[in-house]
């Protein structure tokens, strides 16, 4: 069984930083990518990093280019974002997902989000940042 388990959320002052990690168990590194995906009020849930165990760029939403940095740590299973100067509008819960490609998977039923092609997610971490 594929479990993922974020850890790191909080609350944090403007301008703060805080890491996300995520512990992905049962899972196959093989041809994969892995991201984070967000949820703020009265938004719609938008994925924000990706990165593929392959030669994939990683990829950025715009608005947290340059201020967030996701990796994996395939001795340890674990996929971080790191993010620094973080903002209000950075507020949000925050999802880690995963895909594996070429499996045929059997997703778990009512998603929080849209979680496109990714099969797997976790249950989410709350970020807070205030002025």
């Known amino acids: 069984e594929v479990q993922l388990v974020e850890s790191g959320g909080g609350s944090v002052q403007a301008g703060g930083s805080l890491t996300l990690s995520c512990a992905l168990t049962g899972f196959e590194f093989g041809d994969s990518t892995v991201g984070w995906y967000r949820h703020a009020p009265g938004s719609e849930c938008k994925l924000i990093a990706h990165l593929s165990a392959s030669d994939l760029p990683t990829y950025y939403e715009d608005s947290v280019k340059g201020r967030f940095n996701i990796s994996l740590d395939n001795a340890k299973h674990t996929v971080s974002l790191q993010m620094d100067d973080l903002k209000p509008e950075d507020t949000a819960v925050y999802y880690c997902?995963?895909?594996?490609?070429?499996?045929?998977?059997?997703?778990?039923?009512?998603?929080?989000?849209?979680?496109?092609?990714?099969?797997?997610w976790g249950q989410g971490t709350q970020v807070t940042v205030f002025s």
């Open positions: 997902v995963a895909v594996t490609y070429g499996v045929a998977v059997r997703r778990a039923e009512g998603p929080p989000c849209d979680f496109a092609f990714f099969d797997y």
